[in-house]
């Protein structure tokens, strides 16, 4: 079996023979760009840079996926948030007022995301696993009024709030649709906004289940959900989403995790932190005790810190693919 039929059955919840080791969420650090010669505003703004970045973190490294994009504001800069590109990721520099028409296709970078795809899917052949990347309506939300704006929203009227995550839900779906058709096998949604850390789970019942369910029923392909934090008190919502995969934060308590989130592929597992500070031995037990906890897809549990030493991520890769 070709990694990305592993990828896909794993994804299916179909069983394999091999694990396999993923960068769901950013695979980018430092010595990745050092390794590369250009910065972290060209990984995100140039297509041939984007391209070279994500196939880096395969050949540098050694993941068995490969993603574009590396942010999650794509959408949000498509819509008209003017966006800040200094510092490792960009982030929001100026608002906007209220959510209009949400179509944001062909706009900003996203035409640039979809042309990544196609040159990944080229550079990397039919047997390589190739992940899309959008936001999840609420997170887009927030990158487009703002938290505090959002928040506000939340308590006073929801319902609007559940109305803006309905119609983006369609938009995101139509994007997801086009990295689907440029060569995405699977689409990870990034919806850190709604971590239980920051967001009520009754609100989250309330405004983002049912338009993560309309996302991906739109989409042809596997759904990865990823939420950062301790998400134990959402996990017996996340089958009703949809997804396939939910990528999971090791703050969670992973045995409890398999049992509640019924029919729905854990990934993720390794903690960035671990990866960050720690080295060797740890690093190694933390990855095999995922695969013990029935994790099959397992990758750092959110974007890599920038100051990660490669060594680290693969001392992981190795310990799961049991090289020495
Ligand atoms: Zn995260």
Request: charge should be neutral.
């Amino acid at each position: 079996m070709n990694l990305r039929s592993i990828f896909l059955s794993l994804a299916q919840g179909e069983d394999t023979e091999k694990p396999i080791v993923a960068a769901i969420t950013s695979p980018l650090t430092e010595e990745l760009l050092g390794l590369c010669g250009f910065t972290w505003s060209s990984a995100h703004r140039s297509r041939e840079h984007m391209v070279k970045a994500a196939l880096a973190a395969k050949s540098a490294i050694g993941f068995e996926t490969v993603r574009v994009p590396f942010d999650q504001c794509v959408e949000a800069e498509a819509l008209g948030v003017e966006l800040d590109f200094e510092g490792y990721y960009p982030k929001p520099r100026r608002l906007v007022e209220g959510i209009g028409e949400p179509d944001f296709l062909g706009k900003g970078r996203t035409m640039m995301v979809l042309d990544a795809i196609r040159d990944l899917r080229k550079a990397v052949g039919q047997d390589f696993p190739i992940l899309g990347g959008v936001a999840g309506p609420f997170t887009l939300i927030n990158y487009l009024l703002g938290p505090a704006k959002t928040m506000l929203l939340v308590r006073r009227n929801p319902s609007v709030v559940r109305n803006y995550a309905d119609r983006l839900s369609v938009s995101l779906a139509n994007y997801a649709e086009e990295m689907v058709s440029a060569g995405a096998d699977a689409i990870v949604i990034e919806d850190m906004a709604s971590s239980p850390d920051v967001l009520n789970p009754t609100i989250f019942r309330m405004v983002e289940v049912d338009p993560l369910r309309r996302l991906t029923s739109m989409v042809d392909a596997p759904c990865i959900l990823h939420i950062c934090g301790n998400t134990l008190k959402i996990l017996s919502d996340i089958p009703r989403t949809g997804v396939k995969v939910f990528h999971i934060d090791p703050k969670t308590n992973l045995g409890v995790a398999v049992d509640l989130a019924r029919g729905v592929t854990l990934a993720g597992g390794v903690s960035t932190f671990l990866l960050l500070e720690s080295s060797g031995k740890s690093i190694a037990e933390a990855s095999l005790s995922c695969l013990n906890y029935g994790i099959r897809i397992v990758a750092p549990a959110c974007a890599l810190h920038p100051k990660t030493p490669i060594e680290n991520v693969k001392t992981m890769i190795k310990a799961v693919k049991k090289l020495d």
